[in-house]
T-cell receptor, first 114, second 115 residues
């Protein structure tokens, strides 16, 4: 079965600094990987997804993620944090041979300090 | 384009009572999902529908949870009887079709508190 581990339940960065949110996956078959963002009292919104095309994936709001098979990682980055980026971020995986439903990590709460 | 709609947004009940949640997916979306998100955790898939048929319900506690998607559009998730550990946010999502790379669009969720 597939799984996702997000390192760090809370990450704090200063406004304008680099954002790095870590995600490692476990899967015996090639995975599809997703990053979702959740603002308070709202549903999840897709930031970006990896579907075996380019390993560097660009998403909305200036976020990007790089798929590294050798490291089984799919870390999310943004060069310069903005106050509006404060939210909960979830990494998720789906794999061939399983159902289409996503398996999510526990989430990382991103805090932006002024 | 209207998003995924859910109601109610909040619900408080006592244990052993029953409760139902409603979801209206994005128009034209054939696939519908229900997820349970317990505080401090990521969402967990409960059930997936393709049109009005069940694709996967392997993680649905069938002794107390039930779901249906009549006519392949709206869906209802029911809990009967509720337990304290059912306190969570119940998220509905929809996608245009089945597929591992399909984007799932989420509703705002229903926050359930069982006392």
């Amino acid at each position: 079965a597939q799984s996702v581990t997000q390192l760090g339940s809370h990450v704090s960065v200063s406004e304008g600094a680099l954002v790095l949110l870590r995600c490692n996956y476990s899967s015996s078959v090639p995975p599809y990987l997703f990053w979702y963002v959740q603002y308070p009292n709202q549903g999840l919104q897709l930031l970006l997804k990896y579907t075996s095309a380019a390993t560097l994936v660009k998403g909305i709001n200036g976020f990007e993620a790089e798929f590294k098979k050798s490291e089984t990682s799919f870390h999310l980055t943004k060069p310069s944090a903005h106050m509006s980026d404060a939210a909960e971020y979830f990494c998720a995986v789906s794999v061939q041979g399983g159902a289409d439903g996503l398996t999510f990590g526990k989430g990382t709460h991103l805090i932006i300090q002024p | 384009e209207a998003g995924v709609a859910q109601s109610p947004r909040y619900k408080i009940i006592e244990k052993r009572q029953s409760v139902a949640f409603w979801c209206n997916p994005i128009s034209g979306h054939a696939t519908l999902y229900w997820y349970q998100q317990i505080l401090g955790q990521g969402p967990k898939l409960l059930i997936q529908f393709q049109n009005n048929g069940v694709v996967d319900d392997s993680q649905l506690p069938k002794d107390r949870f039930s779901a249906e998607r009549l006519k392949g559009v709206d869906s209802t998730l029911k809990i009967q009887p509720a337990k304290l550990e059912d306190s969570a946010v119940y998220l509905c999502a929809s996608s245009l079709d089945r597929g591992l790379a399909e984007t799932q669009y989420f509703g705002p969720g229903t926050r359930l508190l069982v006392l």
